[in-house]
């Protein structure tokens, strides 16, 4: 039963606005080489800064490259359309995790951080 409303659920995601226009700005944004490689080095450099606050290391030179590559990529429509795209998808996943773990009183501190 659970399983069943959880493959509706993914149904209804995969239907979903958000998703569809996703799926759109994404393939618009990755059939240039180049804005792909943009956006792949930006998220890994994101994951990397993030990971490097979590530590607690500083590392300036990867987020000077993270802020120029991510004015680059603001300065073109499609990296852009589906940087915001990408964001409001999981926007609306982490509210989806949020419903369920509040149903379940699990404790959600480390992402309110």
Not at 9 to 14: K, Q, T
Not at 20 to 46: G, H, M, P, S, V
Not at 50 to 60: E, H, I, M, P, R
Not at 66 to 77: C, F, M, S, T
């Amino acid at each position: 039963m659970v399983y069943d409303k959880a493959r509706e659920l993914a149904r209804m995601l995969s239907g979903s606005e958000e998703y569809a226009a996703y799926k759109d700005a994404r393939e618009r944004a990755f059939a240039n080489d180049t804005t792909k490689a943009l956006i792949k080095e930006y998220n890994q450099l994101r994951i990397r800064a993030q990971g490097a606050v979590v530590s607690g290391k500083k590392d300036d030179e990867g987020v000077e490259r993270l802020q120029k590559i991510g004015e680059v990529l603001q300065l073109n429509r499609d990296a852009s359309d589906y940087l915001i795209a990408e964001y409001r998808l999981n926007t609306m996943l982490g509210d989806v995790y949020r419903i369920l773990a509040e149903a379940l009183d699990l404790s959600l501190d480390l992402l309110d951080e």
